[in-house]
């Protein structure tokens, strides 16, 4: 089976690669810099060396590079590829939408779209949400947070908008009797101090071996497990959430429920329906 996982030439989205490989999954790396995505086959292929992985260009920024993504057929896609932004200044992709809105969320929605004939009948969806998420509220009136912006703002409600659109996608599957599943996987608290060395991809300072955050949160290679078992666990369901065990921070993954904010159907839709006007483009339910 091949699985295309967004940016997974770094941080969450490597270990994802790296933890599917060793499963002997054929692994695509979705990345739009190519020396990043070659040094990143490398690593994975020292740390696994029967690894099938290949590089696809993938700029989630671009409508219009999207369109053109040849993955071939696979049996899932981890929408893993994400922007937090640092500074405080309001960036906009090239078709003028806030950046990590339009990464985060209307590139993966593009991308699905982009990808639908090239998913097996049985294909797995898997968007990345955030605990981020739970605290966040969409604004219909200002989806692109050109009001009272602050990068922190923009990242949480490009989180919610990826939960609830997995979650209206399941919806939509499951009526026109699907068989492709849409599910979401979020990492918990995974933190750069507490995750493996893997030069030159990462790695740790020394300073930040040590310290109580090891007893709430995990490394990135603990926050990539709960996207590889939705995206190839046998227990896992259409329209679930899988976080970690404990408190939803770190540990094993496993369901949790579908609560508010994300059991808003009716925000649901209404994202979709702004999502395809905004991208020109709608997954082909069916």
């Given amino acids: 089976m091949a699985v295309l996982v967004t940016g997974g030439n770094a941080g969450i989205g490597y270990f994802v690669a790296e933890q599917l490989a060793e499963q002997g999954v054929e692994v695509v790396l979705g990345s739009r810099d190519a020396g990043k995505a070659e040094v990143a086959l490398k690593v994975l292929r020292e740390r696994v060396p029967e690894a099938r992985v290949r590089h696809v260009p993938l700029d989630l920024a ?42 985060n969320h209307l590139g993966h929605f593009a991308l699905v779209a982009a990808l639908w004939p090239q998913l097996r009948p049985d294909a797995r969806i898997v968007n990345t949400g955030s605990f981020a998420a739970k605290s966040a509220k969409l604004d219909f009136a200002d989806l692109q947070t050109r009001q009272n912006y602050t990068p922190k703002l923009a990242y949480e409600r490009s989180k919610l908008a990826q939960t609830l659109f997995a979650l209206e996608l399941d919806r939509r599957l499951k009526a026109a009797g699907s068989d492709r599943l849409s599910v979401v996987a979020h990492p918990g608290g995974a ?19 040590l310290g109580l955050s090891r007893i709430i949160l995990q490394g990135k290679d603990g926050g990539a497990r709960t996207a590889v078992r939705a995206a190839v666990g046998p227990d896992v369901h259409s329209g679930q959430i899988w976080g970690p065990r404990v408190f939803g921070l770190r540990g094993r993954p496993r369901p949790e429920p579908v609560r508010a904010p994300y059991a808003d159907v009716e925000a649901a839709q209404q994202l979709w329906a702004a999502s395809v006007e905004l991208t020109g483009v709608e997954p082909l339910v069916s």
């Fill in 191 to 209: 933190l750069d101090s507490l995750t493996p060395d893997r030069p030159p991809l990462h790695v740790r300072k020394a300073k930040d071996r």
């Fill in 62 to 103: 671009s409508l219009e590079q999207i369109k053109e993504v040849d993955a071939g057929p696979l049996e899932a896609v981890v929408l893993n590829a994400g922007v937090y932004l640092q500074q405080a200044e309001r960036r906009e992709t090239p078709a003028g939408h806030e950046m990590a809105f339009g990464v």
